[in-house]
């Protein structure tokens, strides 16, 4: 009977253990669905309460973007509830950043315990009294009767009209007023001098750097022949064009002075280096060919390196040179010193997370030797950006769904969420 009892009372020790949460165990429910604000891991709120509090917690974010998360658990073990949800608030980076104005609510059962965890935004609107007041008149009858789904939903339903009925909502009125008394004082037609005097000073700013960095782009090269192809390739008459639409003065500027550098170019690249005569030419067709060697050739082939030959009519002087592809998918064989090295299968070692990089063996193999190896790269680690459709989202530089689904954080009004931080404030009660 003793190791029957033994037995039993290990077993249940080992339930204790593993019903524990830590910051970092408790699921964060947003990642898989945005409207969904509630984490109940345990079910210990009712699905029809979960449903009215993430209407009303959406609500809440669409009208004045505060994000609030709502946990409940049955244990976190032995650690202090203030402590568990400071960090899992700054876990979770809950609210705006910047603006910090993020709420966590967290409700644990076998401390009996109900605490509010605020962001640094969010201090001054829901100071720690009244975060208490909340718990103690519209939460503890509840959660005493451990009606703790009520209690909860109860809870959320006073923080929601609280902070939609508050002084908080008049932010932006108190904006339009000051706009429309400087209007009133200032007068329109001051107004619309000083626009387009600094419209005109953003189009000389913008002027002088494009022409600066368009004379760099055309002469970056000591050879003229050089310049002559950057000249052919140079984006600036497009990207002209286009700043013309927004930008007029500076738009033209730069068209101008693009078929200035260009025209300038044509003529120098034409007067052969060595005898100085006007007869050097580029190279095309079977007269290109015979002056590159097998590999030259090959890259031309696939496309992962152009090469372009001068020569001159009078002297006979080559001159040759190469421009290799950015975004080419080929890199220099090590072994050939071929532009060939194209990378193949992958394998990944070591998935990224959101605080160390990952690890990718890819094989690479020579298109021209075919000598072929494995190399180890590091993949960046996940990082958490904004979605202007959808809100934040958490993805990796390279590829998210190279290491699971895709997810999203945010809300509905395309609001930049994720990045809050807490500092302490909030309350806690006991029931």
């Not at 947003?30 to 509090?53: A, F, M």
């Not at 031309?300 to 080419?328: A, L, M």
Request: hydrophobic residues 35%.
């Amino acid at each position: 009977m003793k190791k029957l009892l033994i037995i039993f009372s290990l077993n249940l020790l080992v339930f204790c253990v593993r019903a524990s949460y830590t910051p970092e165990s408790i699921p964060d429910v947003r990642l898989q669905d945005k409207y969904n604000h509630v984490s109940n891991p345990d079910g210990i709120i009712d699905t029809s309460d979960v449903q009215e509090i993430n209407s009303l917690l959406n609500n809440l974010e669409d009208s004045l973007t505060i994000e609030v998360q709502v946990v409940a658990v049955q244990s976190i073990g032995e650690e202090d509830t203030r402590m568990f949800a400071n960090k899992l608030f700054n876990l979770w980076e809950i609210g705006l950043k910047g603006k910090d104005n993020g709420l966590l609510i967290l409700l644990v059962i076998d401390q009996r315990e109900i605490v509010f965890e605020t962001g640094y935004g969010m201090e001054e609107i829901l100071p720690d009294a009244l975060c208490y007041r909340m718990q103690q008149e519209y939460m503890v009858p509840y959660l005493k009767d451990n009606e703790f789904s009520a209690g909860m939903r109860e809870g959320v339903r006073e923080v929601t009209r609280y902070l939609l009925e508050g002084d908080y909502s008049f932010d932006s009125q108190e904006n339009k007023q000051g706009e429309s008394g400087f209007w009133a004082k200032f007068g329109a037609w001051g107004i619309v001098s000083l626009f387009i005097g600094v419209f005109i000073l953003i189009n000389l700013i913008f002027a002088r750097n494009f022409i600066r960095s368009l004379k760099k782009e055309y002469t970056k090269k000591s050879n003229a022949a050089e310049n002559l192809f950057y000249a052919h390739n140079n984006i600036s008459l497009p990207v002209g064009c286009l700043i013309s639409l927004f930008l007029p003065l500076t738009g033209i500027l730069v068209i101008f002075f693009h078929l200035y550098y260009r025209n300038k170019i044509k003529r120098l690249a034409s007067v052969c280096p060595q005898c100085e005569k006007t007869v050097f030419h580029q190279q095309i067709g079977q007269e290109h060919d015979q002056y590159l060697t097998d590999k030259e050739k090959f890259e031309i082939k696939i496309k992962s390196v152009e090469h372009y030959v001068f020569c001159c009519d009078s002297c006979s002087y080559v001159f040759k040179f190469n421009s290799e592809e950015k975004h080419s998918d080929f890199k220099r064989c090590p072994v050939c010193n071929t532009k060939a090295f194209k990378r193949g299968e992958e394998k990944i070692i070591k998935p990224p997370s959101f605080k160390t990089k990952g690890e990718s063996e890819f094989t690479y193999t020579c298109l021209f030797c075919n000598h072929s190896e494995n190399i180890i790269e590091p993949v960046a680690k996940l990082i958490r950006s904004t979605d202007s459709s959808s809100g934040s989202s958490y993805r990796s530089s390279s590829s998210r769904s190279s290491f699971g689904s895709s997810s999203s954080r945010g809300s509905s009004s395309g609001s930049s969420h994720g990045g809050g931080h807490s500092g302490g404030g909030g309350s806690r009660s006991r029931f």
